[in-house]
């Protein structure tokens, strides 16, 4: 079983930053993707940024330019870094890892999500 933990959300002015983290354990063979989502109220969960195992990045347009996505040192956390944010970043992050267990079947684990409040 693959459990994720965050942590970094919170309330910030327009223009400001904020840094996501989302750790790791469990009983894995691998990790192919880390990624960041967010669902605002009465919208669909939408991918924010993603990372695979090889290091190549993926953003939302929306993003795209201020915010970065990286894997700490040891492979079992990922940051979202979040800067000049918006009103409209406003929602609940979700932390998602995908790859395979010891078994070598498919797993995709989500984190409990973190609220970023962006106040204009």
């Known amino acids: 079983q693959v459990e994720l933990v965050e942590s970094g959300g919170g309330l910030v002015k327009a223009g400001g930053s904020l840094t996501l983290a989302c750790t790791v354990s469990g009983n894995f063979f691998s990790m192919n993707v880390m990624g960041w989502y967010r669902q605002a109220p009465g919208k669909q969960r939408e991918l924010v940024a993603s990372v695979n195992s090889g290091g190549a990045t993926n953003y939302a347009d929306s993003v795209k330019g201020r915010f970065t996505i990286s894997r700490g040192d040891t492979k079992l956390t990922v940051y979202l870094q979040m800067n000049g944010l918006k009103p409209e970043d406003t929602a609940v992050y979700y932390c998602?890892?995908?790859?395979?267990?010891?078994?070598?079947?498919?797993?995709?684990?989500w984190g409990q999500g973190t609220q970023v409040t962006v106040s204009s």
């Open positions: 998602n890892v995908g790859g395979y267990d010891r078994a070598f079947q498919r797993y995709d684990a």
